[in-house]
């Protein structure tokens, strides 16, 4: 009776609860996204398979920037987001990867092992991350993030479109590739976080076209722009990790 007689107090309650929904609302259609990934791969379609997956990741840093620009963050959302990245991180692209590469393989190999390793090492970095009373305002992430996990397990996946059929027939070097992946996930090496990238103002006038440069890549050639920004990853890693490991 008494919200009845405050009828300014409804609707802004009202909005409060759609505001709420809203970055909810689009880590579970990352989810749906990633899961479509799958479905694609499953149909042989690898190269939507591969896009679907890097739209889940470009949902998955927009959700939480979202709720935090509605004021709507809480620890539901938190534990949702972190159940998506599982699904998205750990294992959607184990599967692209295995059925990608690996379709016609009627038994489980060593290969199928690391693909196993790199999804049990996602869900304990979620979980590590989840349990640090500090993750949300750290500088530098411990170990790697699950989106670049996916991007970097994905890359034997991107060098087969590019045609390069040697890849397949190494498996074994795949498997050691991911194992290192995997370990890259849950080490206490420092990786950046993007909370830390600040663009000095002199630099400014820059931002806009790399990012368009970036995009117009991904959209002309974007096997190779991930391919690209995979390598570039793991060869920046030691020496970020060496500059912050005093941190």
């Not at 690898?46 to 709507?72: E, H, K, P």
């Not at 991180?89 to 393989?105: D, K, T």
């Not at 640090?132 to 034997?156: H, I, K, R």
Request: hydrophobic share 50%; glycine share 6%; net charge neutral.
């Amino acid at each position: 009776m008494t919200s009845e007689l405050q009828p300014s107090g409804g609707p802004v309650r009202g909005r409060d609860r759609v505001a709420n929904l809203i970055p909810n609302m689009m880590t579970l259609g990352a989810v749906c996204v990633g899961l479509t990934a799958v479905r694609f791969a499953l149909n042989e379609r690898i190269d939507l398979a591969v896009i679907a997956l890097v739209v889940a990741m470009i949902m998955d840093g927009l959700d939480g920037r979202l709720a935090r620009a509605l004021n709507s963050t809480s620890q539901i959302g938190k534990e949702l987001d972190s159940l998506a990245d599982f699904f998205n991180f750990g294992i959607a692209p184990g599967l692209i990867l295995h059925l990608a590469l690996f379709r016609e393989s009627t038994k489980v190999d060593f290969t199928w092992v690391a693909i196993m390793l790199v999804a049990a090492c996602c869900a304990y970095r979620l979980a590590r991350f989840n349990a640090s009373e500090d993750s949300e305002t750290a500088q530098t992430f411990e170990g790697v993030p699950a989106p670049v996990l996916a991007l970097l397990t994905l890359m034997p996946v991107y060098l087969h479109l590019l045609e390069f059929e040697i890849i397949s027939r190494w498996p074994a070097l795949i498997s050691i590739y991911l194992i290192g992946c995997a370990f890259l996930a849950v080490s206490q090496v420092p990786t950046l976080s993007l909370k830390s990238l600040k663009v000095p103002p002199s630099y400014g006038f820059l931002v806009v076209p790399i990012f368009t440069l970036l995009i117009a890549s991904l959209l002309i050639y974007p096997w190779e722009t991930l391919t690209a920004l995979s390598m570039t990853y793991l060869v920046a890693l030691p020496f970020y990790a060496r500059r912050h490991s005093g941190d």
